[in-house]
Nanobody, 118 residues
Framework: QVQLVESGGGLVQAGGSLRLSCAAS????????MGWYRQALGNQRELVAT???????NYADSVKGRFTISRDNAKNTVYLQMNRLKPEDTAVYYC????????????WGQGTQVTVSS
């Protein structure tokens, strides 16, 4: 199985930047794609950005041009660089890993809080 550990959340002023990290361990060679989701208080969990093993990326419209997802395959780590943060970006951010075929699975990290003050 795969385990995920996030880090890098915190409190930042609007317009500032943060970088989240997600370190994967275990059978990481089975992962097809990883990504970041977020859940604000009272809202459903929503996709922020995803990246495949080959490096293809996908972003929510609300973060395009401000957030960048990247991965370091040698370190089994995915990053989310968040720039020009807005108060509406405040949420718990979750790392996600999935395998799509042949024993598919979904794995979630424990979440890290990002708070953007106005």
């Amino acid at each position: 199985q795969v385990q995920l550990v996030e880090s890098g959340g915190g409190l930042v002023q609007a317009g500032g930047s943060l970088r989240l990290s997600c370190a994967a361990s275990g059978r990481t060679f089975t992962i097809n794609a990883m990504g970041w989701y977020r859940q604000a208080l009272g809202n459903q969990r929503e996709l922020v950005a995803t990246i495949t093993r080959s490096g293809s990326t996908n972003y929510a419209d609300s973060v395009k041009g401000r957030f960048t997802i990247s991965r370091d395959n040698a370190k089994n780590t995915v990053y989310l660089q968040m720039n020009r943060l807005k108060p509406e970006d405040t949420a718990v951010y979750y790392c996600h890993a999935e395998r799509l075929i042949v024993n598919p699975y979904d794995v979630w990290g424990q979440g890290t809080q990002v708070t953007v003050s106005s």
